[in-house]
C-alpha cells in the first residue's frame, strides 16, 4: 500500500511545502547584493527541495524508497538551516523572518528524523 492510499496520510505535506514558500518568499524580498544573490540561490533550492521530496516519499511505492526521500527532505532541511544562518541582514523585519524560519526548520528537521527512525525500525506501516 502507498502513503497516499494509507487513510492517515502525513500532515506533513502542507507544512514542508509551506516552509519552502516561506523561505523562497523571504529570499526574493532580500535586497540584492552579490552575497545575497548566492547565499538566497543556495536557500530557496534546498528550501525547494524539502517539500519536494517529501511529496515524493508520500507517493513511495516501496519502504525503500520511502526512507531514501525522507533522507534527502530531511538532508536538505538541514541545509536550509544552514544557509539561513549565513543570511546577514540590518534589518529587524527580516532578521526576524530569518529566525522563525530557523526555528520552524529546526522542527521540521527533527520531525523528519523522527518518521525516518520510526519507519527503519519498522514501526510505520507502508
Known amino acids: 500500500m502507498t502513503n497516499t492510499q494509507n ?6 505535506e502542507e507544512r514542508t511545502a509551506e516552509f519552502a514558500k516561506r523561505v523562497i518568499r523571504l529570499c526574493k524580498s532580500l535586497p540584492k547584493d552579490s552575497i545575497n544573490n548566492r547565499l538566497t540561490g543556495q536557500t530557496a533550492g534546498s ?5 519536494a521530496n ?13 526512507i531514501h526521500r ?3 527532505s530531511r538532508k536538505e532541511a538541514k541545509e536550509t538551516l544552514h544557509w539561513l544562518e549565513l ?8 532578521k526576524s523572518r530569518i529566525q522563525e524560519l530557523k526555528q520552524e526548520g ?3 528537521k527533527n520531525i523528519l528524523l523522527a518518521i525516518i ?4 525500525n519498522k ?3 507502508i
Open 54 to 66: 517529501y511529496r515524493e516519499a508520500n507517493d513511495a511505492l516501496g519502504k525503500k524508497d520511502f
Open 87 to 94: 543570511i546577514e541582514e540590518d534589518n529587524p523585519e527580516f
Open 106 to 108: 529546526m522542527e521540521l
Open 117 to 120: 527512525k520510526k519507519t527503519e
Open 123 to 125: 514501526q510505520l506501516n
Open 7 to 12: 487513510k492517515n496520510k502525513f500532515d506533513l
Open 47 to 51: 528550501a525547494g527541495s524539502v517539500g
Open 70 to 72: 525522507m533522507k534527502i
